[in-house]
């Protein structure tokens, strides 16, 4: 069975200082994993997505993530927070007939 | 890739009254999903709903309580029955397309 676990509830970081977001995984079989994010009030935004090709994925607003096999991770990251990245960020994988699994999420602020 | 109209945005309802949900999808897709998000809550998978055949729901969700319609194959409704206020929750529905899945904007729902 699969399943994401967000290690992290809550990530504080001051603007322009680095992001990182934690995400492990547990897939039976070569997962498909994206990352999310919810802005308050707002629906859910793909960032971007792992589906077997580069390990490295690049996303939207500067975000990447990398997934290593080994250490069974997807860590989300960004070089440099901006205010507009506050938000609600899901880490989810493609499970059995496409059914998505989603993380418990992490609430990330950023201070001036 | 697809876009999804959700509606309605938000409602208050009435404790034992039921609400449905609808999503309209800009082109034909086989498969939608429904979730529900509980407040402070990640999003969890309602069923699967395909065209021509019943919904297929997950462990702790059934049909007399979220019954769910997919006449064709561009339009799904989702009813919450008999409504509680352990019910307030935000309503999404999703699709697979080509370049990953899409979210409808959600259906705030408070139940009083």
């Known amino acids: 069975a699969q399943s994401v676990t967000q290690l992290d509830s809550h990530v504080s970081v001051s603007e322009g200082t680095p992001v990182l977001l934690r995400c492990n995984y547990s897939s039976s079989y070569s997962p498909s994993l994206f990352w999310y994010v919810q802005h308050p009030n707002k629906g859910l935004q793909l960032l971007l997505k792992?589906?077997?090709?580069?390990?490295l994925v690049k996303g939207i607003n500067g975000f990447e993530a990398e997934f290593k096999k080994s250490e069974t991770s997807f860590h989300l990251t960004k070089p440099s927070a901006h205010m507009s990245d506050a938000a609600e960020y899901f880490c989810?994988?493609?499970?059995?007939?496409?059914?998505?699994?989603f993380g418990t999420g992490t609430r990330l602020q950023v201070f001036p | 890739s697809a876009v999804i109209s959700q509606k309605p945005s938000r409602d208050i309802c009435q404790r034992g009254t039921s609400l449905t949900i609808q999503c309209q999808v800009d082109s034909q897709v086989t498969m939608m999903f429904w979730y529900r998000q509980q407040p402070g809550q990640s999003l969890t998978l309602i069923a699967t709903?395909?065209?021509?055949?019943?919904?297929?729901?997950e462990s702790g969700f059934v049909i007399d309580k979220f019954p769910i319609s997919r006449p064709n194959l561009t339009f799904s409704t989702l009813t919450v029955s008999n409504m509680s206020p352990e019910d307030s929750s935000i309503y999404l529905c999703s699709l697979r397309g080509l370049d990953g899945y899409t979210f409808g904007s959600g259906t705030r729902l408070t139940v009083v």
């Open positions: 709903a395909n065209q021509g055949s019943e919904a297929t729901y």
């Open positions: 989810v994988v493609s499970g059995y007939a496409d059914k998505l699994i």
């Open positions: 792992y589906t077997s090709a580069a390990t």
